[in-house]
């Protein structure tokens, strides 16, 4: 874990006193497809918003450049935490920041599908990159096309829209953007959050819209060719080329 930290600023960071990480075990089949277990019942992050010294943390909101959540966190927390994060999303863009939302679907993670639906369209209003991906957008509202993906989200307020089509690349700005290079999956654990980071990190850093997709796809063909959804630090890592 030290490794995967390296070079981040952690001074906002908090630590639970009382409870763990969660736990999830991972099951891949010939095609790096995978499936997951969870165990996040008691995890330190479904209580992260009830911790004694938050303050400091949501009052840091207006100097961020950019805040990035998805379904994933928002599943995860109670009814307070989710109000915590939607009034987290207000601060940020109130001080000039962006916020990026991936709509990464996990119905197991959710008491029903209706729920998860009121969620996903509040989350919608309240950001200014979106990251979905069809096949979680289609499970959720019934859209398969990337055009009416891309609609619905601006339709909404969303200023950017990235709609992530798997192998197929990815649908923003008005154009397909495909894979730069296509790979032989091991692991698809991660694929999309590994988009998201090579993504948000080329275009925080001036890149253009094109130029970001492909940085997002560099980033996640890597991934997806290692076991696990974080790869330890190697020589073949693409990091330098990602900005």
Same mark, same amino acid.
């Given at each position: 874990m030290p490794s995967h930290l390296s070079g981040l600023d952690l001074s906002l960071a908090r630590v639970d006193p009382t409870r763990g990480p969660a736990l999830y075990a991972i099951t891949t089949d010939s095609d790096g497809e995978r499936t997951f277990t969870y165990w996040r019942k008691d995890s330190a992050a479904r209580q992260m918003f009830a911790l004694?010294?938050?303050? =400091?943390? !949501?009052?840091?909101? =207006?100097?961020? =450049?950019? !805040?990035?959540?998805?379904?994933?966190? !928002?599943?995860i927390l109670p009814p307070e935490g989710r109000e915590i994060v939607f009034d987290l999303c207000v601060r940020v863009r109130d001080g000039g920041g962006r916020v990026a939302f991936d709509s990464n679907y996990r119905s197991a993670l959710w008491d029903s599908e209706k729920a998860a639906r009121a969620v996903h369209a509040r989350a919608i209003t309240l950001v200014d990159i979106g990251l979905p991906t069809r096949e979680d957008e289609l499970s959720l509202t019934g859209l398969d096309d990337p055009v009416a993906i891309d609609r619905s989200w601006r339709e909404r307020g969303v200023s950017e829209v990235v709609v992530k089509l798997g192998s197929g690349g990815c649908f923003a700005n008005g154009a397909i953007h495909p894979v730069p290079a296509p790979v032989a999956p091991i692991d698809t654990t991660g694929a999309g959050d590994a988009f998201n980071a090579g993504y948000l990190h080329a275009r925080v850093s001036g890149r253009s819209i094109k130029d970001s997709a492909t940085a997002g796809h560099t980033l996640a063909g890597y991934v997806i060719t290692k076991r696990g959804g974080i790869p330890l630090p190697s020589n073949d890592a693409p990091y330098a080329v990602l900005g």
């Open positions: 004694a010294d938050n303050a =400091d943390v !949501l009052a840091a909101g =207006d100097k961020v =450049d950019v !805040l990035y959540f998805s379904m994933i966190s !928002l599943a």
